[in-house]
């Protein structure tokens, strides 16, 4: 398999364009999930040549990233890791905290749990409009002079609040939310982040799970996952993105002998700088890799493609479900 690759700003190692995200290993909105199965998966992914590993304290209230710092021990040089800060969850209630107090108390916090005495990429989860965007820059600027984080980015920014993050500190990426359902970053974060040299790190990039081809009507969440409460998965719409993936599998298989998620992944791949995240929490999850390399889809699959949305979704729908609230 040759897997491809794409530089990051501050970065001394070629970075995988297919990373793998850890949200579910947490256990936390995602169902629960076995811990030995999901240090397994971190492996198996290193060994396949998946070298960037996409978490965050959130993620299960620092679980992901403990199991991260276990997986990586001894091989801690062949992987690429990012995780954020910017988020707190102390009352129980996840809320956005980017202050330079919280991001130096979250940094140490990371650094213990990931058993390293660095991190490659540093993002901001969540801009805090509560917090001038110079304090938690020149935050950021701080720790990347110290020596503890290599890069910095942010996730879920605008480019009006990119510019303004920019003035204080270099901005090597930004992750929102993007796949086939998703691309309100067409016109606004993907250009911005071409005209400025940033990566996209793409999350939801199968659009939690909906674009594996896996689901059907049947599929059911259980309390504790996020998808219950997405309105993609309930009902009418839940049944127009099925019949939309059915489709598009039909026609990935007949145009270029691969499945939807091969399809879902070369398409984020082809749309500029980007990078796929790809979550998952057992082995055989990791399964297609290969199928998303070496091969791009034309200008005519991509008005297939568009073609196929309009005539399934009538009622299409983002992922603002997910933003965390501010602090009171």
């Given at each position: 398999m040759s897997i491809e690759h794409i530089a990051i700003a501050g970065i001394d190692k070629p970075v995988s364009r297919i990373?793998?995200?850890?949200?579910?290993?947490?256990?936390?909105?995602?169902?629960?999930?076995?811990?030995?199965v999901s240090i397994q998966t971190l492996r198996h992914a290193l060994e396949r040549g998946i070298n960037l590993i996409d978490t965050a304290p959130v993620y299960g209230k620092g679980h992901s990233e403990i199991l991260i710092g276990k997986a990586l021990k001894g091989v801690r040089d062949q992987a690429v890791i990012a995780t954020k800060a910017g988020l707190q969850w102390d009352d129980g209630s996840v809320r956005r905290n980017a202050t330079a107090a919280r991001i130096r108390r979250e940094v140490e916090d990371s650094l213990q749990r990931l058993q390293t005495d660095y991190i490659d990429l540093y993002q901001i989860h969540w801009p805090d409009p509560l917090v001038e965007q110079q304090e938690t820059a020149l935050e950021l600027e701080k720790l990347r002079q110290e020596g503890k984080i290599l890069a910095v980015g942010v996730s879920n920014y605008s480019p009006t609040q990119m510019d303004e993050f920019?003035?204080?500190?270099?901005?090597?990426?930004?992750q929102p939310p993007y796949n086939l359902f998703e691309r309100a970053i067409d016109s606004d974060i993907l250009p911005y982040a071409k005209q400025h040299s940033l990566v996209v790190l793409a999350y939801g990039s199968l659009c939690r799970g909906l674009l594996t081809g896996s689901m059907s009507a049947a599929t059911a969440f259980g309390?504790?996952?996020?998808?219950?409460?997405?309105?993609?998965?309930?009902?009418?719409?839940?049944?127009?993105?099925?019949?939309?993936?059915?489709?598009?599998?039909?026609?990935?298989?007949?145009?270029?002998?691969?499945?939807?998620?091969?399809?879902?992944?070369?398409?984020?791949?082809?749309?500029?700088p980007t990078i796929a995240l790809w979550g998952a929490r057992k082995p055989e999850q990791l399964k297609g890799i290969e199928d998303a390399f070496g091969w791009r889809l034309s200008a005519d699959d991509l008005k297939q493609i568009d073609q196929i949305l309009l005539n399934t979704i009538k009622d299409p729908v983002g992922p603002e479900f997910m933003a965390p609230g501010i602090r009171g």
């Open positions: 990373a793998l995200g850890t949200w579910s290993m947490g256990g936390w909105m995602w169902g629960g999930a076995d811990d030995e920019r003035e204080y500190t270099a901005l090597a990426t930004v309390s504790d996952d996020i998808r219950g409460v997405d309105p993609k998965f309930r009902a009418p719409r839940f049944e127009q993105y099925l019949a939309a993936v059915a489709a598009l599998d039909l026609y990935a298989r007949e145009r270029h002998g691969k499945s939807v998620l091969a399809l879902a992944l070369r398409w984020v791949l082809d749309q500029g």
